[in-house]
């Protein structure tokens, strides 16, 4: 089974996006994922997980409303605010929907280093009791410094790093020294896992990455995480500021057939399957009704 990890969907009408504006081009609109099932199902990937993108449970709503209806959503990243005092109720409306298997903020959008703050922290305890985890967003790689030590303050949170970090693709080679530096402390934490997605260029147009750029972070990542902790994700439609799903596709499955068969069967697929509590059976969909949140 080919596991998409991280896309995501939007509905301008039914939710606010705070960080979106017209930069986006073509993206800055609602965003459905019956656009990108038909490519999903051409080339051949079973299941996609999609991630939050706003910081209101107004995107969770829509996200659980597109799984309910769409059997090849396997699995949800929610929002949750976790410096709030509603977290503990908040978390049990997410864990009686199955399909929720973590939740995501915006932090890269905070100040740094915002989830040391007593009642951010206080937050990734809760959620570690919960058995949710958690996706580690970044605006670039420095932030990855501050995983250890949320690592050793929650020895048992489940984290996965988004896009590598943003590691620095077209960048100098001190920044890449940088960057392997900071993923391998972070990595040296069992639960760390990380996403093979968002690889685009660190400098200049997104788009402006190769497959020969890509593939020394991948090799990189390979190292320090090993397959089974790394997951391929298509960033849709984010990716299409960057050429396109069928580009970030081929490009990530050129560099991953290069790996043994039971590397390749991880990072496209039983890493994701293992991380976000994947069930492989095909009739398991009927049994996660859609509910929106009754406090929004």
């Not at 051949?44 to 769409?70: E, F, K, Y």
């Not at 996965?160 to 972070?186: C, F, M, N, Q």
């Amino acid at each position: 089974m080919i596991i998409d990890s991280h896309q995501h969907v939007w509905d301008l009408d039914r939710a606010d996006y705070d960080w979106m504006g017209p930069g986006l081009g073509d993206i800055h609109r609602t965003v459905t994922f019956d656009e990108l099932e038909p490519t999903l199902q051409r080339l051949g990937i079973d299941g996609t997980v999609l991630v939050q993108s706003a910081d209101n449970a107004a995107d969770t709503d829509l996200m659980l409303d597109v799984a309910s209806r769409h059997p090849r959503v396997r699995a949800v990243v929610a929002w949750a605010a976790l410096d709030s005092a509603d977290l503990p109720a908040r978390l049990q409306w997410l864990l009686a929907r199955p399909v929720v298997s973590g939740i995501r903020m915006l932090v890269h959008e905070r100040e740094p280093r915002w989830l040391e703050r007593p009642d951010a922290d206080a937050g990734l305890a809760l959620l570690a009791d919960s058995g949710l985890s958690l996706d580690f967003p970044t605006a670039g790689f420095a932030a990855l410094a501050e995983l250890p030590g949320i690592g050793a303050r929650h020895p048992g949170l489940r984290i996965v790093i988004d896009h590598l970090g943003k590691p620095p693709i077209g960048g100098s080679p001190v920044d890449r020294t940088a960057w392997r530096e900071l993923a391998t402390a972070a990595a040296a934490n069992p639960l760390t896992h990380a996403k093979l997605s968002g690889l685009y260029s660190s400098v200049g147009d997104l788009g402006m990455w190769t497959v020969d750029a890509v593939r020394p972070f991948v090799h990189d990542a390979l190292e320090i995480f090993g397959a089974e902790r790394l997951m391929y994700g298509g960033d849709w439609p984010i990716s299409v500021l960057a050429g396109g799903y069928e580009r970030t596709w081929e490009a990530l499955s050129t560099i991953v057939g290069e790996l043994s068969p039971h590397e390749r069967a991880a990072v496209l697929g039983t890493t994701a399957s293992a991380f976000y509590r994947i069930q492989t059976s095909d009739d398991w969909h009927g049994n996660r009704p859609y509910f929106a949140d009754p406090s929004h």
